[in-house]
């Protein structure tokens, strides 16, 4: 098994598992303390792979750009989508992220002449109707849930469509350690601002939440590496569908750790996300 295949499937499971744990202490802390926790993880992270990799030396004028645009992308979409975690449904939320592989695809065939055989447009679509079905099902009898949610969840899909393509392009011009450098330069202060600003409208830090927050924010860490490396390694084309698997995780953490009960619905979405993800290892 190729090692973009390995880190493509790690971050399904680390993600989905993240996910999965993160609707409770999103809501309790919110998304702004939640985004600045998130920070507090990765600045060690990607500052040390930039420093103990040198990736100083691989800086250019235009892979920095393409690095800051991809940051940019990348940290609005997650900050939108724990906005969207804060309001929405869980499952449902997650779900709507299957939406963004189709922007991504799409920009990567048309602006980078990327390569889609037909057996992974099959597995591609079985994904993207997954975890859609997964975003668009109501469980009968429930009552209509606030859509608010929708208009930040939106945006991070197009966003993250965007930050795919984007990543490809500065990882490949200026290296994983040069890349990383610019992401953690670029996000921690957008992220530390937005969690100032809904810090003036909370009550004092309850620790006891941020104690419980810590398995999502590890695993989301980690999932950050590694779906980091998958793009860098791999066909962009078929790792970003291949990711948003996560989702059929995170029902599945919901299911039997969070004794949430499961739809026909979802059973069905987790086995064409399943199929789709088999496929694409074939």
């Not at 993250?160 to 990383?180: C, M, P, Q, R, T």
């Amino acid at each position: 098994m190729e090692l973009w295949l390995v880190c493509a499937l790690l971050t399904v499971v680390f993600y989905g598992v993240g996910e999965g744990l993160s609707k409770e202490p999103t809501v309790r802390l919110g998304s702004g303390r939640m985004l600045a926790l998130y920070a507090l993880y990765s600045v060690p992270i990607y500052a040390g792979w930039f420093f103990l990799f040198n990736g100083s030396l691989s800086l250019s004028g235009e892979g920095v750009l393409l690095a800051v645009a991809s940051s940019l992308c990348g940290t609005f979409g997650n900050a939108l989508w724990f906005i969207a975690m804060e309001w929405g449904d869980a499952s449902v939320v997650s779900g709507f992220t299957a939406a963004y592989p189709v922007v991504t695809v799409a920009a990567a065939v048309i602006g980078l002449g990327a390569t889609v055989l037909p057996l992974q447009v099959v597995a591609i679509a079985f994904l993207v109707a997954g975890a859609m079905l997964l975003g668009f099902y109501e469980t009968p009898g429930e009552r209509r849930k606030d859509r608010r949610w929708l208009v930040p969840m939106i945006a991070a899909v197009l966003l993250w469509g965007a930050w795919g393509v984007f990543e490809k392009l500065a990882i490949a011009s200026i290296g994983f350690a040069g890349n990383a450098g610019v992401y953690v330069a670029v996000s921690t202060p957008i992220f530390l601002l937005i969690a100032w600003r809904d810090h003036r409208t909370r009550p004092r830090w309850d620790w006891t939440e941020v104690k419980s927050a810590q398995p999502t924010l590890v695993l989301f860490a980690i999932a950050g590496i590694t779906i980091f490396l998958a793009i860098g390694l791999g066909p962009i084309a078929v790792v970003v569908p291949l990711t948003t698997a996560y989702p059929v995780v995170a029902i599945g953490v919901r299911r039997f750790w969070m004794q949430e009960r499961m739809t026909l619905a979802q059973k069905v979405a987790v086995g064409l996300a399943l199929f789709g993800a088999a496929l694409s290892t074939l």
